[in-house]
């Protein structure tokens, strides 16, 4: 039997992340929506409490340190100690690296990157306490393939496989895992933005340069991370999974 823990989402009000929450309410755990856009985070929140879950929303800015430190103490006092953390937050901009300004750099890698620095080292204290804990961090295939006009948002999500693999190290042998999901062409908000500022060449979304044949979906990514975050992964630690049709080998 499943033994729920506190399970923390950053990104969680939409797109993969809200898969991701979904999957761990209905699988017990008590899981706290984590998005920059508070409305969403609270819906998100009240619809798992609907379908009979413990959840929580707040409204946060992953790059905010500081607000990041006092979110996670509101988790504490409502839900308990964080012992599952899901890095999903993130944002994408599509610039040819001549023309990417300093501020549209700094910003993608204040989110995508140290965003995620702020959360883990905020989160793991409550880990090491506990002897027990499981961090996923989502990347990108997009840092396994070649990728034009995104070299902010690909140095960002190098840059998670890096540190996740680093934290994976240090915390091998506290009982705590960390390992990062590389999603390919996945059926969200953000894809489906891109697609309009880019156009769609294909007219499939990239599905037919998929072996599969589809895009993935939120459901494909969750339930690796559901995976990843259970009891069975205790032996797995530092790896990048790829959830991508088959299209990276």
């Given amino acids: 039997m499943h033994v729920g823990r506190v399970a923390v989402v950053t990104g969680g009000a939409s797109g993969m992340g809200a898969s991701i929450c979904e999957h761990l309410a209905r699988r017990g755990d008590r899981v706290a929506v984590l998005d920059v856009n508070g ?28 607000a990041v430190e006092e979110t996670l103490a509101q988790v504490r006092g409502e839900l308990g100690p964080v012992e599952i953390l899901v890095t999903s937050a993130a944002i994408s901009r599509w610039e040819a690296f001549s023309e990417i300004p300093l501020d549209s750099w700094e910003r993608v890698l204040a989110v995508n990157l140290t965003g995620t620095f702020h959360c883990l080292q905020a989160a793991i204290p409550d880990m090491v306490a506990a002897g027990w804990g499981r961090i996923v961090t989502i990347t990108s295939s997009a840092v396994q393939i070649m990728t034009s006009n995104h070299a902010h948002y690909v140095a960002s999500k190098g840059g998670v496989v890096a540190l996740t693999r680093a934290v994976s190290s240090e915390y091998a042998q506290l009982g ?23 156009g769609d060449p294909t007219g499939d979304g990239g599905a037919s340069r998929i072996p599969v044949g589809r895009l993935g979906t939120g459901d494909d990514i969750a339930a690796a991370c559901l995976y990843l975050c259970s ?15 088959g299209a990276v080998a």
């Fill in 39 to 66: 409305d969403a985070a609270q819906q998100m929140a009240e619809n798992l409490r609907g379908r009979g879950a413990q959840a929580m929303s707040c409204s946060v800015d992953v790059s905010d340190r500081a």
């Fill in 176 to 198: 705590i895992t960390a390992n990062t999901i590389a999603p390919h062409i996945i059926d969200t908000p953000m894809l489906r933005q891109a697609r309009a500022e880019l």
């Fill in 231 to 245: 009891e069975e992964a205790s032996y797995i630690t530092g790896q990048l999974f790829g959830v991508n049709g």
